[in-house]
């Protein structure tokens, strides 16, 4: 359990792990935060966003859709392997899923199936969505997944979590498949070599 970090020691936890960052608009005061509170944060969420076009993916994830208002995430992750900060606060990512899941986060244990949908991850996540058509076809560039390994790894090393404390879009809310195109077992295996 712990609070989020600064905005500022956020961006400087991503450079420090290395990532190319891109600061978009007021990204430091764009939130979600009159619907609720954010915090405490106990891990991190990764995302595809079904779009194509690193411009397009960017301002979508900033705004939002007429019936899901922007900041869709803290940061987009392009093809490129830039991270692009778009918000900082509760953003509208995670949704409701399943609290068991959030017990084997916060615990660090092997994750349940999640078969509820009855806690509010905007405020316990951080978010990232990463530009992918999500149809299992589009590619994943490596210096993409280096990118995720890296952001992920940035958020862990600040509160001191491992990688069990990183789950995918598709292991918290039922219904959900991404991000679809790689493992996130695999991919925990990434930050967790990292972290060592």
Known sequence: MAPPMSASAFLRALKAEGLKVV???????????????????????IH????????????????????????????????????????????NHAGLGDDDVLRAVIAEKRLPADNEANTDGNRHFYGFE????????????????????????????HHGWNERSVIGHREWQPGKVDPRGFSMTSMRKRIGDRLK
């Open 48 to 91: 595809h966003t079904v779009t194509k076009g690193s411009a397009r993916t960017v301002e979508l994830c900033r705004r939002g859709y007429a019936d899901l208002p922007g900041p869709l995430c803290h940061g987009v992750i392009t093809k490129d392997g830039r991270v692009h900060l778009v918000g900082y606060g509760r953003a």
């Open 130 to 157: 990463c530009e992918n058509l999500g149809d299992g076809e589009d590619p994943w560039p490596a210096a993409q997944l280096e990118a995720i390994e890296r952001a992920a790894a940035a958020v862990c090393r």
């Open 23 to 45: 600061e978009v608009g007021d990204w430091r005061d764009h939130n979600r935060n009159h619907k609720g509170p954010w915090g405490p944060v106990h891990g991190v969420m």
